[in-house]
């Protein structure tokens, strides 16, 4: 993993000076009074010390003998990954607009058909129950307060 | 309140109808986790963590504890039938359990697990209910320098003690520390790297982070896998081992109960930690350590047992010094603070309520968990067979709600998401979450702690060390620090010579 950590460490090494930095603009105080910029600029430097020394090291090694390991599993994992995150992203954008239970329903409908690869009948059975039993037991069993939208009930 | 004396009184307190029901409940639930393979304690903790919000604080910790060593109960079955670990720390239990199952005798190994379990379970918890008490005496001692040093030899520890690169663990660790300075800085009451969002002056939420950390990306990564290996589909008869199965294993459970106990005591000490440990010692002195890895019975029932004395080891320090020692703990603590009672030397006389019940309904717990592993382990081996495309949406869902559920606000649901993505990306290349977990939660508490130690100083640092048990703390950081040195530069040297 020698290459990718040339990758993470540098954007560490970049957030550890970022974080070097505001904490001189809001002042490190006196020692004795320690501010509110102490703190971050003195752990933010010790992060940037260290992401400097994983970044370094990752330089510097050797490259490995066999091929780089690989970094999906197989080569159409990151289909389910991306397609979750993206339905995870869509119950957020949604969410206050179309409500709770459609949009629990969507997102319930569009994970078993589509990554999960279930059935048209199955997956609608199920994305109604989960979203109507959800909202019972949520709503009114615990007393959340969930967004109406086009179904309200 | 002696120890005695404080387990009846917690006794009358866990066995109220609500905190019996939420025990049960809990200890079901962490099964029913610690069987599905994919979903670990620390995601199903921070799954639920929202539900129980509208619980009095004893009831809210009864239930996730037992959700803790409850999955510690349930992860065996599957190890045992599927060769597939229920979650992390039933790695090992696969070893034997599984080579056991495919001689014919997944019964007895089942039923070891959990006898051993229990065993363990409950003598760990004598340990907690004795020691417990006297650590608070013993931190009622501390002041700030102290929980500076404390806190730091414990990050140091628990970064020592990953899996991966050390150096990556102490980044992570640095990194939660850094995570916790977003928000009002509480001495000055200035707004630290807040850039105006209204939703970060209160900080970087903490239960969305470990939700996203824990429960969301565990899933991701879960969703990589492929299908899962066949079931074992004979009939397992007779739970019961044999007598020779009994005197095998009763040094092993003794040995790995111990173990785990002091294993979960030092931050750092997870439960993956202990039962590997187990595994290796078991093999080390057993008379014939090649038989191991075909399917004896003390290659299950060391692990077993170290895996679940831990918690109890675990819960001293969080109870009595308000130091969580690995991330199950660590979202423990949230859950505490999140209601108001602040764990430490002060939570025996502050909330003696929260702490009794705690661990009496400990013992209640196990008990009810025997019965749950054993007759019941039919359903279990159903629930297997149900395919995990299934189960992810409606683990999303809990997720998504119980996010929601803490402000009414999508905001959490956008940092749970964002963190969820970073705890994948951080697995893929390699950094351990566990540091950045506890120096986040610690690191407000580790951060005000060290600004008034240098008041109390007047900026010298010689208090850290003048002070005697803080010295201590800090010499072992040091010490840690100067051993995952050293390696590296011996291997460097030995490289360019």
């Known amino acids: ?153 | 309140m002696d120890s005695i004396a404080g387990l009846f009184y917690g006794l009358g307190i866990a066995l109220q109808p609500q905190n019996i029901f939420f025990c049960f409940l809990g200890c079901f639930v962490g099964t029913l986790i610690g069987v599905l393979p994919g979903l670990g304690p620390g995601g199903a903790l921070a799954l639920l963590l929202p539900v129980t919000f509208a619980l009095p604080p004893s009831t809210a910790i009864i239930m996730l504890s037992g959700i803790y060593y409850g999955a510690m109960y349930g992860g065996s079955t599957t190890s045992i039938l599927i060769n597939i670990p229920g979650e992390a720390a039933s790695v090992v239990t696969c070893l034997d359990g599984y080579q056991m199952a495919r001689k014919g005798r997944a019964g007895p190994a089942l039923g070891m697990a959990a006898i051993a379990s229990f065993i363990a379970g409950t003598i760990s918890l004598f340990g907690l209910l004795f020691l417990a008490p006297p650590f608070a005496n013993f931190a009622l001692k501390f002041s700030s320098p102290e929980y500076v040093s404390l806190i730091f030899c414990g990050l140091i520890l628990v970064s020592y003690l990953g899996a991966g690169s050390k150096l990556k663990a102490f980044m992570m660790g640095t990194l939660g520390l850094l995570l916790g300075t977003i928000g009002t800085d509480p001495i000055e009451g200035i707004e630290r790297f807040s850039f105006g969002v209204p939703y970060l002056m209160d900080g970087v939420g903490l239960i969305p982070v470990i939700m996203g950390l824990f429960g969301i990306s565990e899933i991701l990564l879960n969703l990589e896998e492929a299908g899962f290996a066949g079931i074992l589909t004979e009939k397992i008869k007779n739970l019961f081992p044999t007598q020779k199965d009994w005197k095998d294993s009763a040094w092993p459970i003794v040995r790995g109960t111990v173990l785990g106990f002091f294993v979960g005591v030092i931050p750092g000490g997870n439960t993956v930690i202990s039962s590997t440990m187990s595994y290796a010692l078991e093999k080390k002195i057993s008379k014939h350590p090649e038989k191991f890895g075909t399917g004896v019975i003390e290659g299950v029932a060391g692990p077993e047992s170290a895996n679940n004395s831990g918690p109890s080891g675990s819960f001293i320090p969080l109870l009595s010094l308000g130091i969580p020692t690995n991330s199950t703990m660590a979202l423990l603590l949230a859950s505490l603070m999140i209601h108001g009672v602040s764990p430490g030397p002060f939570l025996i006389s502050q909330n003696p309520e929260v702490f009794w019940s705690v661990i009496a309904s400990m013992y209640i717990g196990n008990l009810m968990l025997l019965a749950l592993n054993l007759p019941l382990l039919g359903l279990w081996i159903q629930v297997i067979k149900i395919p995990y495309a299934f189960f992810f949406p409606v683990i999303f869902l809990f997720c998504l709600l119980g996010s929601y559920s803490l402000g009414n606000t999508v905001f959490d649901i956008g940092v749970m998401i964002f963190f969820g993505i970073v705890g994948f990306l951080m697995k893929k290349y390699g950094y351990e979450s566990a540091p950045l977990v506890l120096a986040f939660i610690l690191g407000p508490m580790f951060e005000d702690h060290f600004r008034r130690s240098l008041v109390l100083s007047f900026g010298s640092f010689g208090i850290f060390f003048e002070r005697p048990i803080s010295a201590v703390f800090l010499v072992l950081a040091i010490l840690l620090l100067l051993i995952s040195i050293f390696p590296a530069l011996k291997r460097r040297k030995e490289r360019s010579a």
Do not use: C, H
């Open chain 1, 1 to 153: 993993m020698k290459s990718r950590d040339t990758g993470s460490s540098l954007i560490f090494l970049i957030l550890g000076l970022s974080f070097v930095a505001g904490g001189l603009r809001m002042g490190l105080g006196p020692l004795n009074a320690p501010g509110a910029g102490f703190f971050p600029a003195v752990i933010g430097g010790l992060f940037t010390l260290l992401s400097g020394t994983l970044f370094v090291r990752a330089v510097v090694a050797e490259k490995p003998d066999r091929e780089k390991a690989n970094f999906w599993r197989e080569e159409r994992s990151w289909v389910r990954v991306f397609l979750s995150l993206l339905s995870l992203v869509f119950f957020l954008a949604a969410l206050n607009y179309l409500g709770y239970i459609l949009t629990t329903a969507l997102f319930i409908l569009f994970l078993l058909k589509v990554v999960g690869k279930k059935g048209w009948t199955v997956s609608i059975l199920i994305a109604i129950a989960a979203s109507l039993g959800s909202y019972a037991l949520f709503r009114m069993g615990l007393g959340v307060l969930l967004p109406r939208g086009w179904i309200s009930l």
